[in-house]
Nanobody
Framework: QVQLVESGGGFVQPGGSLRLSCAVS????????MGWYRQAPGKERELVAT???????NYADSVKGRFTISRDTAKKTVDLQMNTLKPEDTAVYYC?????????WGKGTLVTVSS
């Protein structure tokens, strides 16, 4: 069973930065798509960013230019660098991996952006 563990969440003021990391229990080379999603209070879960096995990336319009997704195959991690954070970025952030149409999710890490 694939295990995903997110870390790096916390409290930050508007304009600040955080780096989220998703540690995977096995090699990430076998996954087709790796990504981050988020769910704000009272809202549905939404896509933040994805990176495919070939390296192409995709971002939600709301985070383009501020967030960067990356992967480290040696460390078996998928990271999300978040800059210029806004209060509307407050949410629980989830790591997601897809392999052969199977979805794997972490338990999430809370990001709170507030002054």
């Amino acid at each position: 069973q694939v295990q995903l563990v997110e870390s790096g969440g916390g409290f930050v003021q508007p304009g600040g930065s955080l780096r989220l990391s998703c540690a995977v229990s096995e090699s990430i080379l076998s996954f087709d798509v790796m990504g981050w999603y988020r769910q704000a209070p009272g809202k549905e879960r939404e896509l933040v960013a994805t990176i495919r096995s070939i390296g192409t990336t995709n971002y939600a319009d709301s985070v383009k230019g501020r967030f960067t997704i990356s992967r480290d195959t040696a460390k078996k991690t998928v990271d999300l660098q978040m800059n210029t954070l806004k209060p509307e970025d407050t949410a629980v952030y989830y790591c997601n991996l897809v392999r052969l149409y199977m979805d794997y999710w972490g338990k999430g890490t809370l990001v709170t952006v507030s002054s």
